[in-house]
């Protein structure tokens, strides 16, 4: 049985004061939860946060990292600077990378290897734009996506993988895919896992659901058959939303 895995970004939002008084507040909310509980925040954050949820049953990841180990890059930050402050998930891939930031099938791929290598767990954002789903090729872009994020891996890396699928459409527009939408799309992803490893691996790999996740339609998405959890937005922002987002099954 695959273990729920609920995930917050929080984007660019939250100074180190604002965070510290959020996680305080959710991880009273979320102690009791069995499910996997994860708060991607800025840079800035970062040390304060991994602070905060000591002792807690939050685990703390980055937006982003560099695939290199190290360098002339400007503002970047490595999967080694993340690890040796204790972060133990980043978040690579993400739809606003890909269009603001000039983020690539290929980029997503060197990055995950690199996350991987320090054991840091990715989770890789798939999804289509509104004009690719009206024109039919939603299923074709996030299985060419997955698999191109997935190229070269062994199977047992792909295990470590988390497999967020954004529909781009609806992520903070206030819309969100219908639950068996959702599910059909996430079931083309699983299969496309399969094709590419084997049926084992695909039933073993963690899919999230994101975009305009709220506590009123959480418990309809994570309750799917192939939904393994989400990847929150601006719900996460807010600890009691976010926490009755987590506790969709109490």
């Avoid at 994860?38 to 905060?52: A, E, H, K, M, R």
């Avoid at 190229?151 to 699928?165: D, F, N, P, R, S």
């Amino acid at each position: 049985m695959r273990r729920k895995v609920i995930a917050g970004n929080w984007k660019m939002n939250m100074l180190p004061n604002e965070a510290m008084a959020c996680i305080e507040e959710l991880a009273k909310l979320v102690k009791d939860t069995n499910h996997e509980v994860i708060l991607c925040v800025p840079y800035t954050d970062l040390f304060y946060s991994l602070l905060t949820a000591q002792g807690t049953n939050i685990k703390i990841g980055a937006q982003n990292m560099h695939y290199e180990e190290s360098g002339a890059y400007t503002g970047e930050v490595s999967a080694n600077m993340l690890k040796c402050i204790g972060v133990e998930y980043v978040i690579i891939g993400h739809s606003e990378r890909r269009q603001y930031f000039a983020e690539t099938d290929e980029t997503v791929n060197k990055k995950i290897k690199t996350a991987l290598k320090h054991e840091l767990k990715p989770i890789v954002c798939v999804g289509e734009t509104l004009p690719q789903k009206e024109a039919g090729k939603a299923v074709e872009v996030i299985t060419t996506q997955t698999r191109l994020a997935l190229e070269g891996l062994e199977k047992e890396q792909v295990k470590k993988v988390i497999i967020a699928y954004e529909p781009i459409w609806a992520i903070g527009t206030g819309k969100t895919a219908t639950a068996e939408d959702a599910n059909n799309s996430i079931r083309e992803i699983r299969n496309e896992v399969a094709k590419n490893f084997s049926e084992e691996i695909a039933r073993e790999v963690i899919i999230q659901y994101g975009g305009s996740v709220k506590a009123q339609n959480s418990k309809e998405l994570f309750t799917m058959s192939d939904i393994d959890g989400g990847l929150v937005g601006g719900a996460s922002l807010n600890a009691e939303e976010f926490g009755k987002i987590v506790n969709y099954d109490k």
